[in-house]
């Protein structure tokens, strides 16, 4: 089913998905505030993967149909997680947490069921966001230069898009930081970056 022939509708979005899949999906909710005859975004889950909620958004621009999802994403999350603890480990040893992050951001429109992982990793329409703790103690120029080597590592797999690091300063502190939700309470030193368009990576930002 090409894109133009996709109704704006919420039975329009779950058949496209399912044939494109090869899947089952059913409606969660909306997201967005958007929702007309030219602009709609919903949450679905799937039948393959229960346990997530997949976006998916499609809207009206330059007399076409557009549509974005993130379903590759989540089928590929253990992969890919795998693939940057794996990235992060060869840098910084065993010391280190990964959390990938999904956003509500579309993938390739050209990936499908058949699309490999290896295929997902190497196309930089995948828009990967990773944050990682690092939980040895760093001065200021250490912390410069594991940012530098993280950056460097994303310089070269164009499937990364957005980093975020955390630096712990003990290992008391390391270890409540397993959970997102605490990063930010223990005021950890944190650097992020992103590419652009070109995939120029940005100047760094420090917290």
Known sequence: MSETNIRISTDGMINYMENKYNDEFEYVDSF????DNTNKNIIIKSKKYPDNEISVSI???????HITENYTQFRF???TEKYLTSMMNTLFGNDVIVTYNISSGGTANSFTEKTSFEEFISDSASGIFFRVVVGTSFSTQDMQT????VRKAAEESPAIMCAEIYFASSEDLF???SELANYEKNQLHRVYFEKDTV?????????
């Open 146 to 149: 594991v940012a530098n080597a």
């Open 32 to 35: 967005g505030g958007a929702d």
């Open 199 to 207: 995939n120029s990576i940005s100047d760094f930002e420090w917290r």
């Open 59 to 65: 809207f009206d621009g330059e007399g076409k149909t």
């Open 175 to 177: 270890r409540p930081c």
């Open 77 to 79: 999350k253990d992969e």
